[in-house]
């Protein structure tokens, strides 16, 4: 598993890295927070690069916040003793989605502020949980040398 984790963090460090790199030797430290904004041409490549970042962020937004949707749902039909229903789905999600919209709209250092949780939360879902959880799964003897690794 070690060896399988360093290999994705070579190709990922091997796609950024030269971006971000280049990127500096490029605009030094006059770039923004968003790169598309200090860009001026070509103007069909800022284009295309913002219609991708729209897909990702529709995407991602979808697979990040489905566990706080269920959740929702799942309190409002237990506690809440509301029928399940797809009205009842539909309603939740656009209250979520309205909500992270105006949180998103309101602090106008929010970028800088993902940026923070989004370091923030690096160490732990990358390197602590995923040896948290194989201890979980595969049991090794206690003080073990696969249990010392992980």
Same mark, same amino acid.
């Given at each position: 598993?070690?060896?399988?984790?360093?290999?994705?963090?070579?190709?990922?460090?091997?796609?950024?890295?030269?971006?971000?790199?280049?990127g500096?030797?490029?605009?030094?430290n006059?770039?923004?927070?968003?790169?598309? #904004? =200090?860009?001026?041409?070509?103007?069909? $490549?800022?284009?295309?690069?913002?219609? +991708?970042?729209? &897909?990702?962020?529709?995407?991602?937004?979808?697979?990040?916040?489905?566990?706080?949707?269920?959740?929702?749902?799942?309190?409002?039909?237990?506690?809440?003793?509301?029928?399940?229903?797809?009205?009842?789905?539909?309603?939740?999600?656009?209250?979520?989605?309205?909500?992270?919209?105006?949180?998103? #709209? =309101?602090?106008?250092?929010?970028?800088? $502020?993902?940026?923070?949780?989004?370091? +923030?939360?690096? &160490?732990?879902?990358?390197?602590?949980?995923?040896?948290?959880i194989?201890?979980?799964?595969?049991?090794?003897?206690?003080?073990?040398?696969?249990?010392?690794?992980?």
């Amino acid at each position: 598993m070690w060896k399988d984790v360093w290999i994705a963090y070579m190709i990922v460090a091997f796609c950024y890295l030269p971006v971000a790199f280049i990127g500096y030797w490029v605009f030094g430290n006059g770039v923004d927070d968003n790169i598309l #904004l =200090t860009l001026h041409r070509p103007t069909w $490549l800022i284009a295309a690069a913002n219609i +991708f970042v729209v &897909v990702h962020v529709i995407g991602s937004y979808q697979c990040l916040c489905n566990a706080s949707i269920y959740m929702i749902e799942t309190y409002a039909v237990k506690s809440l003793k509301y029928k399940p229903s797809t009205p009842l789905r539909v309603i939740l999600r656009m209250i979520f989605v309205a909500f992270t919209l105006f949180v998103g #709209l =309101t602090f106008p250092f929010f970028g800088g $502020l993902m940026g923070f949780f989004g370091g +923030f939360a690096l &160490v732990p879902t990358s390197y602590y949980l995923p040896c948290i959880i194989w201890l979980i799964l595969k049991k090794p003897k206690r003080f073990g040398l696969s249990w010392s690794i992980n």
